[in-house]
């Protein structure tokens, strides 16, 4: 904190080198003098001016060539996660881009600990203040295991689900592991038989009978495998894949929200997924 007689030798210093009074003071009181009024609203313009200069030189730093680091969470983005990379590249071949893979014990996929500029992930995460662009959604769909009592149905209902011992991800903070376990429609604790990190070691114990799981429609087309069937869940919302970013990296990540913001358009006019 800044001490009052400091910023009060700090003025009368400034007085001193302009050779002006700013302040009429008295023992009871302290105002402006019509030359301090003036100087006061110069200098707010000025202040003004020189926040827009950081911005900028801000801006232009977080553009020099300085790597990107985009987090993406295992099974987030399947097509899309390429697209945005590839076009990223060809708009902007001077700016580096890494991508780092999350497993299942970090939704977030490194923006929860500031690891990453940007991830490309499936909400809900739960961060305060995120700021995030949807890319696209698609159904959620029941894991379960050849054989399985529903699966030949043609779709599911989340009643049906609730009872069946279930494969959860590790704990993480926020509500993204619950999303995934239909907490919102139980009554109790969801009978958890297992955790998973990966979606391979997911479907593997899936695929071995010991529980279900619920994923998105997205991973019928990349993991299906022996052993396992998806299931589409009826009367539940469709889960979303977004790019998140924290606002205060707004400028060094702007050129990938806008080129994210193009895939996913072009994507949504050619009937693409993610």
Known sequence: MVSTPWISET????????????FLRTTR??????????????????LDDL???VRVAQRMAARSGRALTLGYVIGAGLEFMPRLVRTYLERRPDQPLNSVEYDFADPTAGLRDHQVDAAIVR?????????TLELTTEPRVACLPEGHRLAKRESVTVNDLLQEPIIAAPPSPGPWRDYWLLTDYRTGPPPIVAEA????????????GDGISITSAGASRYYARPGVVFIPISGVSHCSVALAW??????AVADLVETARAVAQAAGRAGGAA
Do not use: C, N, Y
């Open 123 to 131: 909400p809900p995460l739960g961060l305060a203040g995120i700021a």
């Open 51 to 53: 926040d827009d200069a």
């Open 246 to 251: 924290w606002p205060e990296a707004s400028a």
């Open 11 to 22: 003025i009368k210093e400034l007085e001193r080198q302009l050779k002006v009074t700013l």
């Open 197 to 208: 990190r990966t979606r391979d070691a997911e479907l593997h114990m899936v695929a071995r």
């Open 29 to 46: 009181s302290v105002e402006l003098t019509d030359v301090g009024r003036v100087f006061s609203g110069l200098l707010a313009h000025v």
